[in-house]
Each structure stands twice: as structure tokens, then as C-alpha cells.
T-cell receptor
């Protein structure tokens, strides 16, 4: 079974700090790596995504770093805010296959203290 | 912004009964999905649906489960003879045709089997 390993399980950061969440995948055929944000009582919402031909992608305070050789990718949240407190899931996907399933990591519960 | 809607938000059912979870995907989307999230665990893929047939299913999606698009707007998941371990959040998602299309999730139905 294709696995995506995510760490840490939970993370507590002070306001203004940097939150870092890491993921590792097994199947080198995956070609799309999205991060989803989930607030309590809501469904997962796409936050940011990266393709394996790019080593880094930044959107506002959110950055994905991608290491293809190590089969790892990470989410960095700069200047973390209390409103960022949520559960974050990394995922993998076969981009060139329409309707491909998402394979999710275990999730990281982020708490940003004011 | 268009969104995926799911009903009911919470369903309580006796073990052994049948349940139908309902979803209205985004109107111009062509791919539809069901995912499951057991409390405290990761989001797991159940099934994808395209052109009125199942395009992919996971090992979780056994004969107990079925999906249907009964009309032009609804997409349903039926669980026959429910078991205690079916208790979970069930998320519906949809995506447009083509590669690199994000999957948009609804806010889920919490299914509680007594």
C-alpha cells in the first residue's frame, strides 16, 4: 500500500513563529503534492501544491519545499497566526491521471498561541 | 464560490441498518469521490466515480458500499448492513476534468453507528 508519512502529529508554535510540517512518500510515480488545511467541523481545503520538477513554491506565508531524491516535502508557515490553528494534511496524487485518488498523511494538529 | 454540499451533517443509525449519505458536487465537475475519516485518523479514499461508473475503489469499498448518481446533481453513498466500525466522517469531493485539477471537499457527514 502506498504510504505517506507525516510528522509531527501535533505542533505548538508561538504567534509570529515558523511552523514546519514534514512528509515522506514511497511511490516515486506520484507527481503532485498538495497540502490541505482542515478546521474543526469542516472538510479539507486545498492550501498549496507543488509538482516534483520544482524544489520550492511560495504563496504568501506558506511555502512548500520539495526534495525529490529524498522523497520528502515540507510545509513552512511563516509568521504563524492564531488563525492558522488547524489540522494540516499532506497528500500525494497522480497528476496526469484525471480523477486520481488522493493519498493523505496522518495529519498535524497545529496550535498557534497568541 | 461554488461548493460541495453534504447532507445530513450528522446521521445516527442502529447497527445493521442501511444508510444513504448525500452529496451535491460542484455543478460543472465531472469526477466525484468519497473519502472516510475515522476519528483521530487520516482521511482515506473510498471510491471515485466518472461518467456514471466507478473509476477506482479502495480495499475499504467492499460489497457493503455502493455509489450512485441518481440524477444530474446528486451523488450518494449507500452503506448496507452498517457495522460499528463504519462510524466515521464521510467526505464527498469533486473535481473538474483534466490533470492537476484540485479536489474540492464538502464539510462531511458524521455517521454514528449504535
Amino acid at each position: 500500500q502506498q504510504q505517506v508519512k507525516q510528522s509531527p502529529q501535533s505542533l505548538i508554535v508561538q504567534k509570529g513563529g515558523i511552523s514546519i510540517i514534514n512528509c515522506a512518500y514511497e511511490n516515486t510515480a506520484f507527481d503532485y503534492f498538495p497540502w490541505y488545511q482542515q478546521f474543526p467541523g469542516k472538510g479539507p481545503a486545498l492550501l498549496i501544491a507543488i509538482r516534483p520538477d520544482v524544489s520550492e513554491k511560495k504563496e504568501g506565508r506558506f511555502t512548500i519545499s520539495f526534495n525529490k531524491s529524498a522523497k520528502q516535502f515540507s510545509l513552512h508557515i511563516m509568521d504563524s497566526q492564531p488563525g492558522d490553528s488547524a489540522t494540516y494534511f499532506c497528500a500525494t496524487y497522480f497528476r496526469e491521471t484525471s480523477g486520481s485518488r488522493l493519498t493523505f498523511g496522518e495529519g498535524t494538529q497545529l496550535t498557534v498561541n497568541p | 464560490e461554488p461548493e460541495v454540499t453534504q447532507t445530513p451533517s450528522h446521521q445516527v443509525t442502529q447497527m445493521g441498518q442501511e444508510v444513504i449519505l448525500r452529496c451535491v458536487p460542484i455543478s460543472n465537475h465531472l469526477y466525484f469521490y468519497w473519502y472516510r475519516q475515522i476519528l483521530g485518523q487520516k482521511v482515506e479514499f473510498l471510491v471515485s466515480f466518472y461518467n456514471n461508473e466507478i473509476s477506482e475503489k479502495s480495499e475499504i469499498f467492499d460489497d457493503q458500499f455502493s455509489v450512485e448518481r441518481p440524477d444530474g446533481s446528486n451523488f450518494t453513498l449507500k452503506i448496507r448492513s452498517t457495522k460499528l466500525e463504519d462510524s466515521a466522517m464521510y467526505f464527498c469531493a469533486s473535481s473538474d476534468w483534466g490533470s492537476n485539477q484540485p479536489q474540492h471537499f464538502g464539510d462531511g457527514t458524521r455517521l454514528s453507528i449504535l
